[in-house]
């Protein structure tokens, strides 16, 4: 049935996905769930009638994503928290390591006196960290780096003071210094709640985590999850009338599998929880959940269900989505990311062209290095400026938009330490403008890094960027002027000047860390191009494989790509992604091309179909069912547009924990040969 089902798909025309039409108001009311996409580990906030909210994206880039709603339905992603946060081998699919199912776990977000704050954690690095901004839409974000895991951590600010809480089954408490930027030295730490999962049973598969911490009219709570055995995961709420306790417990909700997440209320009061389901190789769902009050204890749902429809809490606001088309029409200009420092590893036999800012001492050393062989020492310090510096003069525009970042790290000195990469346009030290900030930990890489443009009105007779400490007029050389190393420093173009990182739109993720070098919007005007710039043994290793989520019951991805520019052993097409993931593509082989069908649900990839292809440009399809989660993954090529074939198997999609995502949608390009290959995307369209 569903192959008669998906032929007539096949021969739909794209009109309403490809023809701009005017804003959509939302209906008055909907269907949970509210999103049927994976929106893992939400964390919502209100501010003014404006709500965010960050989700899980793992060993996606850019990570931890900025939604925005304002009536709690209709979400669309605004911003990330980060382009990249670490750059290590595994991040970057290099030497066979990778960060499947790890990466970035459960943000906390949340607004304090005018600035928001998004703190995750990361099994990979063992650390915790805490970005934080003004405008939560367009940042910049600074960072700050605690060198403990806290696992699900929360954050909460109180009178004050900031903590994070977290943990499993023994929930703890852990105080932060008042700006949130590090651990307060003998500040708060010590267990909030003991053996947290016993209200919900005595055996689980989970114990409770998941940690939401609220100070809601003077009383504190934390809402948890646990796993019971023989059951499906279930909402726990705590309760105390001060923030070390005594918390007292209950199960809040009991409704297949649906928990997680905190509370949130509306303008005029009325109170919702975001929760998630697994649901099956679509991921993790979130439904919203109505929250009333009774004896101070939150009501979850309607008679202990989650009602499956209900009124849009605010009414009037257009229709939004996560995901979409994209007719790769964003890139302006020519060229793709250039990296406009030189020598940015230090790995070159002479430092040229970076030289001393003020009074410090730079050399290369090979006794402390992030990547490479080789760092940059920077001693002898008598000011805060003192530092290392690059001349970019004459590469920088006004109003230019750049993207930057570094790794330093210091070993004498205080426990914690920001670090600021500054620029200076102009001959005078009134010019100089911090880019962006990072509180370090002392004997541990940190990275600086974000986004800076170029003032409009900037003298730009002489520019150099620079690494230093904040300014003292007084400054002490233990706490102000020590040592530190620099490796791995970048200031990229971007879209903006004639680059490409800033062209996506939104909904679009890199699977690991991009590659810039070798995609471009504007290498080919309205197309998206993927070089490859790495020999892979299959698209799992592969980098620059760009993604956006699927959705339910069901939707379907198609491309338009053209493929003279592909090398012998490329595979370059269309893929439903995940671990046990299937594709459409094109292979070639010498000089011959051919369409492909490559289904991986058994864990090894297998080709399962091949025809011959004698044209450059053709068209792939991906139609996923996840309807009462069937779970299967159908594939066609066109070679106009129009007409359609089958082609291959169907995929048995399913959720794996190695990635630990729901699958996805996935644009991809490899070489298994030979590098400088590439294939043009002229558009993905999604209905």
């Given at each position: 049935m569903w192959k008669r089902i998906g032929m007539l798909l096949l021969i739909l025309p794209l009109l309403v996905i490809s023809i701009?039409?005017?804003?959509?108001?939302?209906?008055?009311?909907?269907?949970?769930?509210?999103?049927?996409?994976?929106?893992?580990?939400?964390?919502?906030?209100?501010v003014g009638n404006v709500y965010y909210m960050t989700s899980t994206t793992m060993h996606m880039n850019p990570g931890v994503p900025i939604m925005k709603s304002y009536d709690l339905v209709n979400w669309e992603i605004v911003n990330y928290v980060y382009d990249t946060y670490a750059n290590t081998d595994s991040h970057n699919l290099n030497n066979g390591q990778n960060e499947y199912g790890r990466g970035s776990w459960a943000s906390s977000l949340r607004y304090n006196n005018g600035v928001y704050y998004v703190a995750f954690s990361s099994l990979s690095t063992g650390k915790t960290y805490i970005y934080k901004t003004g405008n939560i839409e367009t940042g910049p974000w600074t960072i700050s780096t605690l060198g403990s895991?806290?696992?699900?951590?929360?954050?909460?600010?109180d009178n004050g003071r900031a903590f994070l809480v977290h943990g499993t089954d023994n929930i703890s408490i852990v105080e932060l210094n008042a700006e949130a930027t590090a651990v307060k030295a003998g500040g708060l730490n010590q267990v909030l709640i003991t053996n947290a999962s016993n209200v919900a049973g005595s055996n689980f598969i989970?114990?409770?985590?998941?940690?939401?911490?609220?100070?809601?009219?003077?009383?504190?709570?934390?809402?948890?999850?646990?796993w019971p055995t023989g059951d499906s995961r279930v909402q726990i709420t705590y309760r105390a009338d001060s923030l070390t306790g005594p918390y007292t417990g209950r199960v809040v909700l009991r409704d297949s599998g649906i928990a997680q997440g905190g509370i949130v209320d509306t303008a005029t009061g009325s109170w919702y929880a975001l929760l998630f389901r697994d649901s099956g190789a679509v991921g993790r769902i979130p439904y919203l959940v109505p929250v009333t009050w009774s004896d101070n204890w939150p009501?979850?749902?309607?008679?202990?269900?989650?009602?499956?429809?209900?009124?849009?809490?605010?009414?009037?606001?257009?229709?939004?989505?996560?995901?979409?088309?994209?007719?790769?029409?964003?890139?302006?200009?020519?060229?793709?990311?250039?990296?406009?420092?030189?020598?940015?590893?230090?790995?070159?036999?002479?430092?040229?062209?970076?030289?001393?800012?003020?009074?410090?001492?730079?050399?290369?050393?090979?006794?402390?290095?992030?990547?490479?062989?080789?760092?940059?020492?920077?001693?002898s310090r008598q000011q805060t400026a003192a530092g290392v510096k690059q001349v970019i003069t004459g590469k920088v525009t006004q109003g230019g938009v750049y993207t930057f970042s570094a790794k330093v790290k210091y070993t004498t000195g205080p426990a914690t330490k920001t670090f600021n990469f500054s620029i200076q346009n102009g001959p005078s030290y009134t010019g100089i403008s911090i880019m962006g900030s990072a509180t370090l930990t002392k004997g541990q890489w940190g990275t600086i890094q974000g986004t800076y443009?170029?003032?409009?009105?900037?003298?730009?007779?002489?520019?150099?960027?620079?690494?230093?400490?904040?300014?003292?007029?007084?400054?002490?050389?233990?706490?102000?002027?020590?040592?530190?190393?620099?490796?791995?420093?970048?200031?990229?173009?971007?879209?903006?000047?004639?680059?490409?990182?800033?062209?996506?739109?939104k909904f679009?993720?890199?699977n690991h860390n991009p590659d810039p070098a070798n995609w471009s919007l504007t290498q080919r005007s309205g197309f998206m191009r993927l070089t490859t710039g790495k020999v892979s043994p299959s698209l799992l290793e592969a980098r620059n494989t760009l993604t956006q989520r699927t959705f339910g019951p069901k939707s379907t991805g198609t491309v338009a790509m053209e493929t003279a520019g592909m090398k012998d052993g490329d595979y370059a097409g269309l893929a439903?992604?995940?671990?046990?993931?299937?594709?459409?593509?094109?292979?070639?082989?010498?000089?011959?091309?051919?369409?492909?069908?490559?289904?991986?649900?058994?864990?090894?990839?297998?080709?399962?179909?091949?025809?011959?292809?004698?044209?450059?440009r053709v068209y792939f399809r991906v139609m996923c069912d996840f309807t009462n989660q069937t779970d299967k993954a159908y594939f066609a090529y066109s070679l106009d547009g129009t007409n359609w074939t089958?082609?291959?198997?169907?995929?048995?999609?399913?959720?794996?924990?190695?990635?630990?995502?729901g699958y996805r949608f996935a644009l991809f390009n490899y070489a298994t040969k030979s590098t400088g290959g590439f294939v043009d995307f002229d558009y993905f369209r999604v209905e």
């Amino acid at each position: 049935m569903w192959k008669r089902i998906g032929m007539l798909l096949l021969i739909l025309p794209l009109l309403v996905i490809s023809i701009p039409v005017g804003p959509v108001s939302a209906a008055a009311t909907f269907s949970n769930p509210v999103i049927h996409a994976d929106v893992p580990d939400s964390d919502v906030i209100r501010v003014g009638n404006v709500y965010y909210m960050t989700s899980t994206t793992m060993h996606m880039n850019p990570g931890v994503p900025i939604m925005k709603s304002y009536d709690l339905v209709n979400w669309e992603i605004v911003n990330y928290v980060y382009d990249t946060y670490a750059n290590t081998d595994s991040h970057n699919l290099n030497n066979g390591q990778n960060e499947y199912g790890r990466g970035s776990w459960a943000s906390s977000l949340r607004y304090n006196n005018g600035v928001y704050y998004v703190a995750f954690s990361s099994l990979s690095t063992g650390k915790t960290y805490i970005y934080k901004t003004g405008n939560i839409e367009t940042g910049p974000w600074t960072i700050s780096t605690l060198g403990s895991y806290y696992h699900d951590a929360s954050l909460l600010f109180d009178n004050g003071r900031a903590f994070l809480v977290h943990g499993t089954d023994n929930i703890s408490i852990v105080e932060l210094n008042a700006e949130a930027t590090a651990v307060k030295a003998g500040g708060l730490n010590q267990v909030l709640i003991t053996n947290a999962s016993n209200v919900a049973g005595s055996n689980f598969i989970v114990k409770a985590e998941g940690a939401h911490i609220q100070k809601i009219n003077g009383k504190y709570y934390v809402f948890l999850i646990a796993w019971p055995t023989g059951d499906s995961r279930v909402q726990i709420t705590y309760r105390a009338d001060s923030l070390t306790g005594p918390y007292t417990g209950r199960v809040v909700l009991r409704d297949s599998g649906i928990a997680q997440g905190g509370i949130v209320d509306t303008a005029t009061g009325s109170w919702y929880a975001l929760l998630f389901r697994d649901s099956g190789a679509v991921g993790r769902i979130p439904y919203l959940v109505p929250v009333t009050w009774s004896d101070n204890w939150p009501v979850f749902g309607v008679n202990g269900k989650v009602p499956l429809t209900m009124n849009v809490p605010v009414e009037g606001y257009p229709a939004k989505k996560i995901y979409g088309s994209d007719e790769f029409n964003a890139g302006t200009g020519t060229g793709s990311v250039q990296q406009l420092l030189v020598n940015s590893g230090f790995e070159d036999a002479s430092l040229s062209p970076w030289t001393s800012n003020n009074t410090a001492t730079i050399a290369a050393t090979s006794s402390e290095f992030f990547g490479g062989s080789k760092s940059l020492l920077v001693s002898s310090r008598q000011q805060t400026a003192a530092g290392v510096k690059q001349v970019i003069t004459g590469k920088v525009t006004q109003g230019g938009v750049y993207t930057f970042s570094a790794k330093v790290k210091y070993t004498t000195g205080p426990a914690t330490k920001t670090f600021n990469f500054s620029i200076q346009n102009g001959p005078s030290y009134t010019g100089i403008s911090i880019m962006g900030s990072a509180t370090l930990t002392k004997g541990q890489w940190g990275t600086i890094q974000g986004t800076y443009t170029v003032p409009a009105n900037a003298d730009l007779s002489q520019t150099f960027v620079f690494l230093e400490t904040p300014y003292s007029s007084n400054p002490d050389p233990a706490n102000d002027l020590m040592d530190f190393y620099v490796d791995d420093v970048s200031f990229n173009t971007t879209a903006a000047t004639g680059g490409t990182s800033t062209g996506l739109a939104k909904f679009w993720q890199w699977n690991h860390n991009p590659d810039p070098a070798n995609w471009s919007l504007t290498q080919r005007s309205g197309f998206m191009r993927l070089t490859t710039g790495k020999v892979s043994p299959s698209l799992l290793e592969a980098r620059n494989t760009l993604t956006q989520r699927t959705f339910g019951p069901k939707s379907t991805g198609t491309v338009a790509m053209e493929t003279a520019g592909m090398k012998d052993g490329d595979y370059a097409g269309l893929a439903a992604f995940q671990a046990r993931y299937g594709f459409v593509s094109v292979k070639l082989s010498g000089n011959a091309k051919s369409i492909v069908m490559a289904n991986a649900s058994s864990g090894t990839m297998t080709e399962v179909a091949s025809v011959p292809l004698n044209q450059n440009r053709v068209y792939f399809r991906v139609m996923c069912d996840f309807t009462n989660q069937t779970d299967k993954a159908y594939f066609a090529y066109s070679l106009d547009g129009t007409n359609w074939t089958t082609i291959g198997n169907t995929l048995q999609m399913s959720y794996t924990l190695p990635h630990f995502m729901g699958y996805r949608f996935a644009l991809f390009n490899y070489a298994t040969k030979s590098t400088g290959g590439f294939v043009d995307f002229d558009y993905f369209r999604v209905e």
